[in-house]
C-alpha cells in the first residue's frame, strides 16, 4: 500500500534499505504534530458555535457563510502551499501554514463581529488547506517505503487527534471559561510550536536532491539518518531529472484514467461533504436537540476519535484485503450508521449513549474511509500525473467542503432525521465513487506481507 512512489534514484529509494533511524523517526513525529494542530484548530470554530450563536444573537445561515469561507480559504491554501513547497522547500511551506492558522485562531478570541470571525476563519483556511498535504509529502519523502504506508497513514489521522483533542479541550473550557479562551488558548499554542518548529525542522531531503546550492545541508541530514554514501545521491537525483517525462493535465480524463478520475472526484466529494458537516455542524445540532455543550464536543471526539482508530484498521485490512473490499464495506457500514442515527429518538437530548456510540461508530467506518482515499489515488493515477491527479481529488473535497457549510444550516431544521439522512445518502454515493474505481490497491500476497 505505498502512499507514494519515489523513483528508484531519488533520496528517499536510497534511504528504502536503511532502518529506520531515530532522526527519521523523530521527523516523522515533528511532522505529524503539525497535522494534530491543523486538526485541531480546524474544528475549533465548529467547537464554538453554539455558544456563539446563543451570545451575539446571529442565525445558523450566517454562520454557514463563515463556514464557506473557511473553505475557499483552505482551497486557496491547499494550492498555494504546493506551489510553495515546490519552488522554496516542503519545510518553509508547513511553518508557513501553521502560522498563518495560529494568528488567525489566537485572533478570533478578540473578534466583536460576525465579520470580523468570517475573515480571520478564511485566513485561517489559507494555513489549514495548506498543512496535510505538505505534511504528508514531507512524510513520505522521508520513511524506507516499508514503513511509508503507515507512516503516512498515520500522519492523515493525526487530523482526527488533533480534532479529539480539540473536543476534549472545549468540554473543559466552554462551560467554565467561554468561548473565547477556546481561541486565545489553541492560537498560544499554535504559536509557541511554530517557533519551536522553526528552530528544529529539518528540510526534505528529496527536495535538497533537487536543489544543487543546498548540497551541504542534504549531506548533513543524509549523515544523521546515517546513510553511507551522500555523495551518490546528488548524482543519481540529477540523473532522475534529466529523464523525467513531462504528461499533459489533459490525459487524466483521456480513456485510460477518466473513470478512475471522476470516480474519485466524486467518492471525495461526498465524503469531505460528510466530514466537514461534522466538523463544523454536529456539535449545533446536538445542542439544537436539546444536549448539553459537554455532550456536544464530546460527540465530536467520539468521531475524531472512532476515525483514528478506523484508519489504522483500515490501513492493514488494506495490505492484507485490498482496497475495493474494505472501502466498499466501510462505506455502506457508514451509510447505516447514519440512518441509525437518523431514526434515533434524540430530541430533548434521549439517548445520550446510543448518540455518541454512533457518533464513534461513524468515524470508525465513514470516517476512516476517507483517510486511506488518498493511498488510492497515488496507486491509481500513473508517477507523471500523480500529484495532478490527487490535486484534483482534492480539489473535489474541498468544493463538498463548501457546500456542506451552506447545506448545515439547513439540515439542521430538519432535526437528526434530515441532517443523519442526508449523510446516509453521502455515504452511498461514496461506495459507489469506491465501485467505479478501477485502480484500487490490490492485496499484497503473503511473501509481500512483511514490506
Known amino acids: 500500500m505505498a502512499v507514494a512512489t519515489i523513483e528508484s534514484s531519488s533520496p528517499q529509494s536510497m534511504l528504502d534499505d536503511l532502518p529506520m533511524s531515530a532522526f527519521q523517526l523523530w521527523s516523522v513525529l515533528m511532522i505529524a504534530a503539525t497535522v494534530i494542530l491543523d486538526g485541531l484548530d480546524n474544528q475549533m470554530l465548529g467547537l464554538a458555535a453554539p455558544s456563539l450563536l446563543k451570545q451575539w444573537g446571529i442565525g445558523r445561515e450566517a454562520l454557514g457563510s463563515v463556514f464557506a469561507l473557511g473553505f475557499v480559504g483552505m482551497a486557496v491554501g491547499t494550492l498555494t502551499s504546493g506551489w510553495v513547497g515546490d519552488r522554496f522547500g516542503r519545510r518553509g511551506a508547513l511553518i508557513i501554514g501553521v502560522a498563518i492558522f495560529g494568528v488567525a485562531t489566537l485572533l478570533t478570541g478578540f473578534t466583536n463581529a460576525l465579520w470580523q470571525v468570517a475573515m480571520l476563519k478564511m485566513l485561517a483556511g489559507v494555513g489549514l488547506g495548506g498543512v496535510p498535504g505538505t505534511a504528508s509529502a514531507m512524510i513520505a519523502e522521508f520513511t524506507p517505503v516499508r514503513w511509508r504506508s503507515i507512516a503516512v497513514t498515520f500522519g492523515v489521522v493525526c487530523v482526527s487527534i488533533g480534532g479529539i483533542l480539540g473536543g476534549i479541550a472545549a468540554a473543559l473550557i466552554l462551560p467554565s471559561l467561554g468561548w473565547r479562551w477556546l481561541f486565545y488558548i489553541g492560537g498560544a499554542v499554535t504559536l509557541m510550536f511554530v517557533a519551536w518548529l522553526w528552530s528544529v525542522l529539518p528540510e526534505s531531503p528529496r527536495f535538497l536532491a533537487q536543489r544543487p546550492d543546498r548540497a551541504d545541508e542534504l549531506d548533513h541530514i543524509l549523515r544523521r539518518i546515517g546513510h553511507p554514501d551522500p555523495a551518490s545521491v546528488a548524482r543519481q537525483a540529477q540523473t532522475a531529472r534529466e529523464a523525467a517525462h513531462y504528461e499533459p493535465m489533459r490525459k487524466l480524463f483521456g480513456p485510460a484514467l477518466l473513470r478512475d478520475t471522476m470516480a474519485l472526484s466524486i467518492a471525495m466529494f461526498s465524503g469531505m461533504f460528510m466530514i466537514y458537516l461534522m466538523f463544523s455542524w454536529a456539535p449545533t445540532m446536538l445542542t439544537s436537540t436539546g444536549f448539553g455543550l459537554q455532550t456536544a464536543s464530546l460527540g465530536l471526539t467520539s468521531f475524531n476519535m472512532g476515525g483514528t482508530i478506523g484508519a489504522m484498521i483500515a490501513s492493514l485490512a488494506i495490505i492484507r484485503f485490498g482496497s475495493?473490499?474494505?472501502?466498499?464495506?466501510?462505506?455502506?457500514?457508514?451509510?447505516?450508521?447514519?440512518?441509525?442515527?437518523?431514526?434515533?429518538?434524540?430530541?430533548?437530548?434521549?439517548?445520550?449513549?446510543?448518540?455518541?456510540?454512533?457518533?464513534?461508530?461513524?468515524?470508525?467506518f465513514a470516517s476512516a474511509a476517507q483517510s486511506a482515499m488518498f493511498a488510492v489515488g497515488a496507486h491509481a493515477f500513473p508517477t507523471a500525473l500523480r500529484a495532478r491527479g490527487l490535486g484534483l481529488m482534492g480539489a473535489a473535497g474541498r468544493a463538498g467542503a463548501i457546500v456542506s457549510a451552506i447545506a448545515g444550516a439547513i439540515l439542521i431544521g430538519w432535526s437528526n432525521l434530515g441532517f443523519f439522512g442526508a449523510l446516509a445518502a453521502l455515504m452511498l454515493v461514496n461506495a459507489l465513487g469506491f465501485i467505479a474505481v478501477r485502480g484500487h490497491i490490490p492485496r499484497l500476497g503473503r511473501k509481500d506481507m512483511h514490506i
Open 324 to 364: 475495493r473490499p474494505v472501502l466498499i464495506l466501510m462505506a455502506v457500514v457508514g451509510a447505516g450508521v447514519c440512518t441509525t442515527l437518523a431514526l434515533l429518538p434524540i430530541n430533548g437530548g434521549r439517548n445520550e449513549g446510543a448518540v455518541l456510540a454512533c457518533l464513534g461508530a461513524l468515524g470508525l
